[in-house]
């Protein structure tokens, strides 16, 4: 069984900066893809940034060029830096993981673990 923590989270004015960690322990495969979710009050999870099994990172476009999705598989630990934060990016964070191979890592269906997620929170 494979466990997810964030950190990092909080509270910060338009154009602040925070950097969201994520701690992977358990049964972790070596081969795997991981991924950053958000979601808001009262709509649905929507993908933000992903790596796939070869560490290549994608993203969505309201990441594109402010968020950068990296990992230190020596800390096993993913995490997202997000810079010129928005209002629009006010949501829980929660980070997935799977194992094996994955060739769309900001698929949620295609997750089988999750973290409880952190809250951010974007003040104008």
């Not at 923590?5 to 991981?34: D, F």
């Not at 796939?52 to 993203?59: A, D, I, L, Q, V």
């Not at 402010?66 to 990016?89: C, G, H, V, W």
Request: one cysteine or more.
């Amino acid at each position: 069984q494979v466990r997810l923590v964030e950190s990092g989270g909080g509270s910060v004015q338009v154009g602040g900066s925070l950097k969201l960690s994520c701690v992977v322990s358990g049964n972790t495969a070596s081969r795997h893809c991981m991924g950053w979710f958000r979601q808001a009050p009262g709509k649905e999870r929507e993908a933000v940034a992903g790596l796939n099994h070869n560490g290549s990172p994608y993203y969505t476009d309201p990441a594109k060029g402010r968020f950068t999705i990296s990992q230190d598989n020596a800390k096993n630990t993913l995490y997202l830096q997000m810079n010129s934060l928005t209002p629009e990016d006010t949501a829980m964070y929660s980070c997935a993981w799977a194992s094996g191979i994955c060739y769309s890592p900001l698929r949620a269906p295609d997750y089988g673990a999750w973290g409880q997620g952190t809250q951010v929170s974007v003040s104008s």
